[in-house]
């Protein structure tokens, strides 16, 4: 990060003001004044972002400004998630790759180009998305992700993994949470797209006029938690700065996980749950078990498909008219295929909650987004399993010591996760695929 | 073709018609960069863009089409290279130039499959609406403000139009309230930027369009004190360049005036009352005040370092004025400065003025950043919000182009707990909208003896109510009766109805132009009546209206907006709905009904409503 910051300061204002600032020319007092200088935002680079500090404030943007950012995986989705990273303003971002630029990328991966089919696609896309922002480093690692221990996910704030089948994506989780990194998960099929996210423990803070219910410390859902509230004058007001604390479940845990308590409990909230939750989990079984993606045109695959995604329906205690057979079809039409305006909105969306989970800002997604795009459907599900010792699903209560409560009120929340065990196996034995549940749907 | 390969597949045999598709994107900024991402991508087959806008820093954070080289240079045309990049197959035409243009006309909407509105101001949205009702073309309609996003799929007939919901107008301000009792930081700076900036380097205050003169007659007296007080002022002006006018300037404004305000003791007795400033003594604070914080605009700046910035950026206004003089030609109008938000020196004027004002009436100051969005009305934008919104449109176009009007819904982008996208089914149009309505009726009359005149002064004005300086009267065979073309001069008027092609069985389109209260536009369904003298002796007209006119709607206003619209409800506002505050913690109001009721009750207090140039739409309950 520290090089690209210093080649910003060869040109514009920022060196003007170096000169001014600097009386010999030291090399070593150069470099020193010089990250001072990257510290702070220069007025060119406010002047830049002047639309988006209105909305987040200058210290949202400084902690944006030195986040570093692992990305694995850039076709469509990865790109439009790359793209809006780097127009924020992020530090830096990482993209890692190993795959080459094939010709179905040129459809959706638009920052690659028929001459660039057969390079590595890391390299190849990294060459345009630094030209959006000469002011983010944007580095390239064409290895594999599954060869990387939780070391290499250290030195990076955040981590987005897209478009990979569910043992990847639990792979790089654990690896996540071994060094206590937030982790993102996303994948797109046609007009079908999912965003899945384990912040471990993440801290928020909340700033508002003071209503007739002042904040207390709470617990105020299943996951979230009022762990911190000061108040102050401000202008004749009375302003309360409210710290909250969201606490999740990795994806293994999540992806078993029933619904919350309270859709199960109403009739109407479970009959409108989306049936694409049932099928993206088959979908996960359906690549673990065969090794690949359900064929367009195969009867046998489809066959197997359907029941795997009539049971999740079961295992989510959903009403089985919930699954039709339009769109079964519909679902299984867009498997694999990659389209702009479905990477557009869910990677938009996920980039969204990036920048504000950096900024310390806005409630983030608990946990699970499931985007229809045919139908302009957008649910969050937070589907959570906490384990306690005894292996026992529960809610974890909050409790705080004066310590923490202190730093929470500086903004310096930290929280130790609370829980970094990950089972790897399927929750019961209740997956495999039971064939006289098989409904049968024609596919044209 | 593998570049095709996935669109085949997710959009099957639309995706033919996708290729063929001729289409208009207006607007190539924040929204409209992603949108001709998207579209190019999608394999779009003619796309046209049209932006009279330049490229400027602060767009490059979200328009990615654009880099710091393209600054200055036409949004449209370097939209264009950037977007054709992504696919060989689609071509772009690019139009650096105004939607509202005369080249643009009806026919030319009426080539497009499909509009879509790119755009950030009510005016070219409005004329955007109308041009596409008047073509028959749908159009997706889309905003953005900060964290929320929506869009209105439009189509003539079938759904509401743009302005069939009432829309917040510009915000303006009683004179008396910028002028003399100013109680918040907007009124400061519209004082600083609309009265004092104007008076000493513009034109004169009575242009402004924030200022609201209606209730002058009731403050007559105040009124003729505060002309006084300007035209003072103008005796300063032509002092500008001599050592004392900073001086001079600052006397009047903060020492004279505010003492004559404190005067009148009536003003302040339920109010606090201002305290004047005193030159001499903030002059010497200043001599302190170090530069370096000056060029700090999140910073409060105290009085001194207010008045540094004052004095200093006064100096600088004048020799400009001074070198426009000299460098001018005589004879010409004297040249004057404008503000403009991005022009430091006339920034720095305003804010340093409206804090300098602020103190002496105990209102809180502004740092100079929040000034700038305030006087400039600048809206919060970021890339995340146009990309969803963008992304949105063109989900909602297939639905539209396969003519599947039941799956295209109004969609909103949402920070709740539980969902990221909102919905509604779109609403059919509404009877009584002054632009998109028409209501429709049966008119029998004798199509070979009434002339046109008869048609226009007895149907149109008497019985129905049109006024006759602003109908029109049109039919398959063209327009027979506008506005545009006097009474006396309109040669058809003297013809007969079966003349003019307006026989039985056939249609006439009566548009009125006028406002609000006048009759919705109307189709007639003619019938030919046969002249029978003893029918006519019967009844005391020669024509009958099936069914009766009570059951043609009039026009209410589409212009002013309601007090009950920022409901809950989320209505069909447009404008309203992208700025209804969405606070940070609508998580827990989901949660929690008894906060949520006393949060909705005190959105009406926010002070953001920003939308267009020029003009400050604020809140000031």
């Known amino acids: 990060m520290s090089t690209n910051d210093i080649n910003m300061l060869s040109n514009g204002d920022t ?8 009386d010999t020319h030291d090399a070593a007092a150069e470099t020193v004044a010089a990250i001072a200088q990257a510290q702070a935002m220069s007025a060119d680079e406010i002047a830049l972002y002047d639309r988006q500090i209105r909305l987040w404030g200058v210290q949202a943007q400084e902690r944006m400004r030195s986040a570093n950012i692992l990305l694995i995986s850039v076709k469509a989705l990865g790109t439009e998630i790359a793209k809006n990273l780097i127009l924020n303003g992020i530090g830096s971002l990482t993209i890692v790759d190993s795959e080459q630029v094939t010709e179905d990328d040129l459809g959706a991966q638009y920052f690659v180009r028929e001459e660039d089919v057969g390079r590595n696609r890391a390299e190849a896309a990294s060459e345009r998305l630094q030209e959006l922002n000469p002011r983010v480093a944007v580095r390239t690692d064409s290895s594999n992700i599954l060869t990387k221990d939780q070391t290499y996910y250290a030195p990076f704030q955040l981590v987005i993994a897209c478009d990979q089948n569910l043992e990847t994506m639990a792979t790089i989780n654990a690896a996540c949470r071994l060094a206590n990194r937030p982790f993102y998960a996303s994948g797109i099929h046609g007009f079908y797209g999912f965003i899945f996210a384990d912040l471990i423990v993440h801290d928020y803070i909340i700033e508002r006029e003071t209503s007739n219910m002042p904040a207390t410390i709470k617990q105020e859902t299943a996951t979230r938690s009022i762990v911190g509230v000061t108040t102050k004058k401000q202008n004749g007001k009375n302003i309360e700065t409210v710290t909250k604390r969201e606490i999740y479940s990795p994806l293994l845990l999540a992806n078993t996980s029933p619904l919350p308590d309270d859709i199960i409990r109403n009739r109407r909230k479970m009959r409108s749950v989306t049936p694409l939750l049932p099928c993206m989990r088959a979908l996960w079984d359906f690549e673990r078990d065969v090794h690949r993606l359900p064929a367009q045109n195969s009867k046998e695959d489809l066959t197997v498909f359907t029941g795997m995604a009539t049971n999740k329906l079961k295992e989510l205690q959903m009403p089985i008219e919930s699954l039709t057979a339009e769109f079964l079809r519909s679902f299984l039409h867009n498997i694999g295929s990659e389209i702009v305006p479905t990477a557009a909105f869910v990677g938009g969306r996920l980039a969204e909650d990036v920048i504000n989970v950096l900024g310390k800002r806005e409630q983030p997604i608990q946990n699970f987004v499931m985007f229809d795009g045919e139908n302009f459907d957008g649910p969050i599900y937070p589907l959570q399993t906490f384990l306690q010792p005894n292996g026992l699903g529960s809610v974890p209560q909050v409790q705080l010591t004066g310590l923490e409560e202190v730093q929470m009120q500086n903004g310096h929340a930290n929280g130790l996760p609370i829980n970094n065990a990950i089972s790897s196996a399927p929750a019961d034995g209740q997956n495999s695929i039971q064939g006289g549940d098989v409904e049968t749907i024609a596919i044209e | 073709m593998p570049r095709e390969r996935f669109l085949k597949q997710s959009l099957g045999a639309q995706f033919a018609n996708i290729k063929n598709a001729r289409i208009l994107v207006v607007g190539a900024g924040g929204i409209g960069c992603e949108l001709l991402k998207n579209l190019v991508c999608t394999g779009f087959g003619e796309i046209h863009v049209v932006d009279l806008d330049t490229i400027d820093l602060s767009n490059l954070n979200r328009q990615f089409l654009f880099r710091h080289a393209h600054i200055k240079k036409s949004k449209a045309l370097v939209a264009r290279e950037a977007a054709s990049k992504f696919n060989p197959n689609v071509k772009i035409e690019a139009h650096h130039a105004n939607i509202k243009d005369p080249q643009f006309n009806v026919d030319w909407f009426r080539s497009f499959v499909i509009v879509f509105n790119a755009l950030d101001n009510l005016d070219a949205r409005r004329h955007v609406n109308r041009m596409c009702l008047a073509a028959d073309v749908p159009l997706i309609e889309s905003g953005t403000t900060g ?15 743009y302005d069939c919901a009432p829309k917040e107008t510009p915000k303006s301000f009683p004179v008396c309230t910028i002028r003399s009792t100013p109680s918040q930081p ?30 002058d007659e009731n403050n007559k007296e105040e009124i003729a004190e505060l ?42 007795k339920m109010r606090k009352p201002p305290t004047a400033l005193d030159f001499e003594t903030v002059n010497a604070e200043a001599a302190n005040v170090d530069r370096q914080t000056l060029a700090d605009d999140q910073k409060d700046w105290s009085l001194a370092e207010n008045f540094a910035v ?9 020799d400009r004025l ?13 040249p004057i400065l404008t503000f403009d938000k991005d022009d430091r020196d006339t920034l720095d004027f305003v804010a340093a003025a409206a804090n300098l004002r602020s103190i002496t009436f105990g209102i809180e100051t502004k740092s100079e950043f929040d000034i700038k969005q305030m006087a ?22 297939f639905k539209i182009m396969r003519g599947d009007w039941a799956k295209a819904k109004m969609v909103f982008l949402t920070k709740s707990t539980e969902r990221v996208i909102n919905k509604e089914s779109l609403r059919p149009p509404r009877p009584d909208c002054g632009v998109c309505a028409t209501a429709y009726a049966r008119l029998v009359i004798n199509t070979e003896k009434t002339t046109l005149e008869s048609f226009v002064k007895d149907v149109l004005v008497k019985k129905l109510g049109y006024n006759q300086d602003e109908v029109e009267v049109s039919n398959n065979a063209g327009v027979w009766y506008d506005p545009d073309m006097a009474m006396d001069d309109n040669d058809n008027l003297e013809k007969t109805l079966s003349e003019i092609n307006i026989v039985n069985d056939s249609t006439v389109i009566i548009r009125g132009e006028g406002d609000e209260g006048e009759r919705v536009n109307l189709e007639l369904s003619i019938s030919n009546m046969e002249l029978d003298p003893s029918a006519a002796a019967a009844t005391s007209e020669s024509f009958t209206l099936v069914p009766d006119l009570q059951t043609i709607p009039k026009k209410t206003p589409a212009v002013t907006a309601t007090t009950t619209d920022s409901a809950p409800s989320n209505g069909h506002n447009l404008p309203t709905r992208t700025t209804a505050k969405r606070s940070a913690d609508e998580a827990e109001l989901d949660n929690d009904q008894t906060a949520k009721r006393g949060k909705v009750a005190e959105e ?18």
């Open chain 2, 147 to 161: 964290f929320n996003g929506q869009v209105q799929p439009i189509r003539k007939r079938l759904t509401e139009c």
């Open chain 2, 310 to 318: 004052f004095a200093d950026s006064l100096i600088r206004l004048s």
């Open chain 2, 604 to 621: 009406k207090k926010d002070v953001t409503v920003v939308e267009d140039d020029g003009a400050i739409m604020i809140d000031d309950d």
């Open chain 2, 227 to 268: 002309k006084k007080e300007a035209a003072a002022l103008k005796e300063i002006r032509a002092s500008m360049g001599s050592t004392e006018f900073p001086q001079k300037v600052f006397d009047k404004v903060f020492t004279q005036d505010i003492k004559r305000l404190l005067g009148m003791e009536d003003m302040w």
């Open chain 2, 322 to 334: 001074d070198k426009l003089r000299a460098a001018q030609e005589t004879g010409n109008a004297p």
């Open chain 1, 15 to 22: 060196m003007d003001q170096l000169n001014g600032a600097l």
């Open chain 2, 186 to 215: 907007i009124h400061c700076i519209v004082w600083a930027k609309s009265y004092l900036f104007n008076e000493l380097f513009g034109i004169s205050e009575d242009q402004a369009s924030d200022l609201d003169h209606t209730s």
């Open chain 2, 376 to 397: 400039g009305n600048i809206i919060p934008a970021i890339a995340t919000t146009n990309a969803t919104t963008a992304a949105l449109c063109v989900l909602q176009a």
